[in-house]
């Protein structure tokens, strides 16, 4: 975070909400570069774009101890909300998040689309059983092999990972082999699975530190032909405690570039592990220029630049 004069210089949000007996704290830092004709320049970390924060969510328990929560590149626009199904599990410690109901953070499929709560080619999402026949699942995810699906669970409290998994009924000539990651490490794979083999269950604890859950499907040893991998009734098992806790901040302006005793305001907007919308009017937001002479930052979150013409 260097100026082309050699001097950091940053505008710094700090956010405390307080929920229950947790309060949680959210660090936003803003790079302020000066550039020549005596503009500011709000630079982000990536090459794609002219503004980068770089967020940290902090939670502080009645007892004093804090715990970092995540650590994170927050894009410059709040990034669309997918639908959300939960199920509550009996005693409600735990509840139940479908994966067709999370974005993944990537996916990369051999042909078509990720389909999520039905088949390709309009078929429903259906596998063959133990028993000989089949059943239709209604939420679930389909991706023809070869597949990689990766889901950011950082900080989201995910305890467990279950699906049914196998080729799509009808797709007779299909041939997929599954595994489940969380990082680098495999919890579960199977090499092949034909579409006349019945539904296999998977079920397996996510360690407590994984930043990512990654689903892959392969061509089952052989061609592409009718690769219909499906994970039926995909789902994560959750830590209900914290789907409530301050999970993303955004912040964002009109403008990236001020021109000399120009103002330009912030605008804050939250998401909560559960991927809901934090309400932030009752948060405790504050400012912070670590240069008032180049940059001036008020209460309401106004950026002015205060290089002289």
């Known amino acids: ?75 410059l626009n709040p990034s669309s909300q997918a639908s959300v199904s939960v199920v509550n599990d009996g005693e409600e410690e735990t509840i139940t998040r479908y994966l067709s109901d999370m974005q993944p953070a990537k996916a990369t499929v051999g042909w078509g689309s990720l389909m999520l709560d039905e088949g390709l080619e309009n078929l429903p999402l259906e596998l063959r059983t133990e028993d000989g026949g089949t059943k239709v699942y209604e939420k679930g995810i389909c991706a023809h092999a070869a597949s990689e699906l990766i889901y950011d669970i950082e900080g989201r409290g995910v305890q467990r990972f279950q699906s049914y998994i196998g080729v799509n009924y009808s797709k007779s000539r299909g041939t997929c082999g599954f595994t489940v990651k969380a990082d680098d490490e495999v919890l579960f794979t199977v090499d092949r699975i034909a579409e006349s083999d019945p539904q296999q269950y998977v079920d397996v604890e996510i360690p407590a530190d994984a930043k990512q859950l990654i689903l892959i499907t392969t061509t089952g040893g052989d061609s592409n032909d009718s690769d219909h991998s499906v994970w039926a009734d995909a789902k994560l098992i959750l830590d209900a405690t914290v789907q409530q806790n301050l999970y993303k901040v955004t912040a964002s302006t009109d403008k990236t570039i001020l021109d000399a005793g120009e103002t330009v305001n912030i605008s804050l907007s939250g998401t909560l592990v559960d991927d809901s919308v934090a309400d932030l009017s009752n948060a405790e937001i504050s400012y912070t220029s670590s240069d008032n002479e180049v940059a001036t930052v008020d209460g309401s979150g106004a950026i002015y630049n205060k290089i002289l013409k």
């Open 1 to 75: 975070m260097i100026s082309s004069e050699g001097k950091e210089r940053r505008i710094i949000i700090r956010i405390r909400q307080s929920s229950g007996c947790l309060i949680k704290k959210t660090i936003i830092i803003w790079e302020v570069i000066l550039i020549k004709r005596r503009r500011l320049k709000l630079k982000r970390k990536t090459w794609r774009s002219a503004v980068a924060l770089v967020l940290a969510v902090q939670m502080a328990v009645a007892s004093g101890v804090t715990a970092m929560a995540q650590t994170n590149m927050v894009a």
